[in-house]
């Protein structure tokens, strides 16, 4: 991993400045609902709201089924809302945007383009000079561990190296908030501790906001600053909780007692009250 220096394309590109009063991300009375093949109405989620400040690493953490991807996608700008607003630096969202990245579980490079050049893909497209890419593109392969793999086509990479592209490739766009819908959740238990850590580690450096979707209760506060625990059907924030444990991590604190009370806590709330029997 390398280091964060004076000329670094995070320090050169700072993210835009949001004011106290007005969080990186705001999820303000959100509601969806779908209309069945029968034509009833489905409540995917139902009135969510929360915000998320500068450079916080929240978590949306439940069970399968409860809208946690759905509200994901919604901030993406990939779906719309059937009521309620989301607001990404104080601009509402009506699309997709480059002011958020996106990594999904599923493997997204170009196979036809090299590690390189799919990192680079967004810079691009946007028209950057290729003297910055090529410094951008090059502080993130080394970010993510990837630069002896540069030139390598994605057909050649394990799954834990295409997600490594994924990221860098969000990051190198330099969006306002990073959108993660389980990214880990294909890779084996190994390569999924391998990746944990190594979030951890670029997310230090970059202090990017995060919106970071998973059902795996240690996941969620391995990672997350602030937790949020979504009830089943219908998607409803069922209790805000902060992560007491001070950064920087590494995974030897999952057997800290605070992480065991704390996962103890999350599993009752994921599996106590009528929600689960819906």
Not at 4 to 32: C, E, G
Not at 143 to 171: T, W
Not at 201 to 227: N, P
Request: with cysteine.
């Amino acid at each position: 991993m390398g280091s964060v220096t004076a000329t670094s394309p995070i320090q050169l590109r700072p993210a835009p400045v949001t004011t106290a009063a007005t969080p990186r991300l705001r999820v303000d009375n959100v509601t969806l609902q779908y209309k069945t093949p029968s034509g009833s109405t489905f409540t995917a989620l139902d009135k969510v709201s929360f915000d998320v400040p500068d450079q916080q690493f929240a978590v949306l953490v439940g069970p399968s089924g409860c809208g946690k991807s759905s509200l994901l996608y919604l901030t993406a700008g990939l779906a719309e809302p059937t009521s309620g607003d989301i607001y990404v630096g104080g601009q509402q969202v009506d699309g997709p945007g480059a002011d958020r990245g996106m990594v999904f579980q599923g493997y997204t490079l170009f196979p036809w383009l090299t590690v390189r050049k799919n990192i680079e893909f967004g810079l691009k497209r946007r028209g950057m000079p290729a003297a910055e890419r090529k410094e951008i593109v090059e502080f993130y392969l080394n970010e993510v561990g990837l630069s002896r793999f540069a030139d390598n086509y994605a057909k050649q990479l394990s799954g834990g190296m295409m997600q490594r592209v994924a990221i860098a490739r969000a990051l190198a766009n330099d969006p306002q908030i990073l959108l993660m819908d389980e990214p880990f959740g294909a890779l084996d238990s190994q390569t999924r501790l391998q990746m944990q850590q190594l979030l951890l580690k670029v997310w230090e450096h970059s202090k990017k906001t995060v919106l970071f979707v998973t059902h795996d209760i240690d996941e969620a506060i391995l990672l997350g600053d602030r937790i949020f625990v979504m009830g089943a059907r219908p998607g409803r924030i069922k209790e805000v909780l902060d992560v007491p444990i001070s950064r920087p991590r590494n995974l030897d604190m999952v057997m800290d007692p605070e992480f065991i009370r704390m996962k103890r806590n999350i599993f009752h709330l994921l599996h106590d009250g009528p929600e689960e029997h819906l």
